[in-house]
């Protein structure tokens, strides 16, 4: 039985919480936040965040599930090497920075960090990484959707005039297709991904004026098409209020000049309930490796798929 | 660089030369074979199998492509710690005791033995692992095909009155639908695989003969639909003379209860190129990490995906 702590109480904890209640090898020692007056609905303790430094001997393992990067990499520094950790960090360009520095946190410790734990960083970066490893003459593409960005959400929810918002990524099957057939070289943002908005404005708010600045958004949406539709907040809640998501890696390639096609594709009716499994079975792992004296910073990659098992139960996949 | 031995000269044999030949970071010591009189297209040397004893210390890794299985697992055990080994062992029944006795002898010797390498035993078994061990609740199937099953293919080949014959095992698509959509629980094999046989009969033989022996033949054959089609030798080298194969896991199940399919797929022009491919870069991944001290003898799933890369190479996919 390990004992999990859960950091952080949004989306992404409330689901490792239902999670780790559901694994029968887990104990939830509490929940960690910053937020005053929280309570959960199973009755789960929850502390101030900081408590976690005085409870560290009683943790096997914490679940790093901070709304922000930026809080995420201060927490994760500072908790590395007092308690091992699993987080999802996902800022893909920070990457390499951020695991340097738990590697020195964890390492200093004698605690063990898996970071970048989910499925993009995660189950996606292990199958880019395979997949052009066995096969190094080829081309990768990753498609994500259709699902709910909560960052491309948020962007519209932040627009003046705006009550709330879903944006939906959904991937071009042309491009899909092409990428398929090894002729995806040369596809650009705007012939992968379509943006799908569904917008809830407050009354009286110029929709023009919200479509335009939706529109010119740069980064974001600038460089994308872009559906947008108005609707009533009632039909947004009603229609929209889900979390799918899913995608898919692609690489197309050569062995020995002869044609090959990799896919790994998931399809999924609740984002952060997957994540939160996938995220939780790594806690397990996390904890059984750093008792067998691993320790450092690792990702995904670093961490063999036989560990989510004990012993040689992972044989029988074979 | 790394000095590669190639043990065995069938189809595998000669697509790991084809891509050793291809890798930059890899140069042939010899080619190993039981079998007299053989010669490269290449050039490559070509040995009696067992100077590769007395030639050992020249080998950072031999790649283990004997035809059958009993002759891989006699020869697997007595090369094990005298050389590091790959080796694409298929036989799933017997994985459990292969890998014990290879380990046993690696072990011994300071030497890394990778068993199993390639997409089914390899990739397959990576991925039923994977899915299982981040979507505990749920069900896999796999289903290969459509492709050229050489065992299958051999069987028809012993039968009396054929004179060469290509086995196609195909997946039904009612059977994947069904698995996609968590209702695959119930699947039997004769619902999930056609097996479609392109016959070329010797001259004045009994095909409503041949076809009985077929479709009575246990376990190859009658346990499934099959379909058969005799056709003359020119146009079964001219439309059958490929190796293609490919094939798909499926996971269907549910995290916190909200539905999620995870879904790996392979399609591949040339079963043995690929798996060539596959066993090629574990190769050099094997001669690195016995570099680094690891001995024993390791599945695909005991082994980071990141020890494919040199250094921290791989976390540019993360």
């Known amino acids: 039985m390990k004992n999990v702590a859960i950091v952080g109480y949004g989306n992404l904890g409330k689901a490792c919480e239902r999670a780790a209640l559901l694994s029968e090898d887990m104990s939830i020692v509490g929940i960690f936040s910053r937020r005053k007056g929280l309570s959960s609905p199973y009755g789960t303790s929850i502390y101030a965040q900081d408590e976690i430094f005085d409870m560290a001997k009683d943790i096997d393992v914490a679940a790093l599930c901070l709304g922000s990067a930026n809080d995420l990499v201060a927490f ?29 946190s964890a390492s200093a410790g004698g605690k ?57 990524t959904v991937p071009k099957q042309e491009a899909i297709d092409l990428a398929t057939k090894g002729k995806g070289e040369e596809l650009t943002e705007r012939d992968k991904h379509l943006r799908v908005c569904y917008i809830a404005a407050k009354e009286g708010a110029d929709l ?10 740069p980064n974001y949406f600038e460089p994308y098409d872009v559906e947008i539709h108005f609707v009533d907040v009632q039909t947004l809640k009603r229609e929209h209020g889900g979390m799918p998501h899913g995608g898919q890696v692609l690489r197309s390639g050569y062995a020995n000049g002869k044609g090959c096609t ?45 560990a989510l098992y004990q012993n040689d139960a992972a044989l029988r996949f074979v």
Chains 1, 2 share one sequence.
């Open 76 to 104: 994760g520094t500072s908790l590395a090497g007092k308690v091992n950790t699993v987080d999802s960090f996902d800022t893909h360009a920070k990457m390499r920075d951020y695991v340097q520095n738990m590697r020195a």
């Open 112 to 168: 063990l960090s898996l970071v970048g734990i989910g499925w993009d960083p995660g189950i996606f970066s292990l199958c880019r990484a395979l997949f052009e490893g066995v096969l190094p003459d080829g081309f990768t593409h990753t498609f994500w959707g259709k699902g709910v960005s909560q960052g491309h959400s948020e962007a519209l929810r932040r627009i003046d005039g705006v009550l709330d918002a879903i944006q939906y």
């Open 208 to 217: 023009k004026k919200i479509e335009e600045s939706v529109r010119t958004m």
């Open 262 to 306: 990799m896919k790994l594709e998931l399809k999924l009716d609740s984002n952060p309930d997957f994540t939160a499994g996938v995220l939780m079975r790594y806690a397990a792992a996390c904890a059984r490796l750093n008792e067998e004296g691993v320790c450092g910073a690792k990702t995904m990659l670093d961490v063999p798929v036989s």
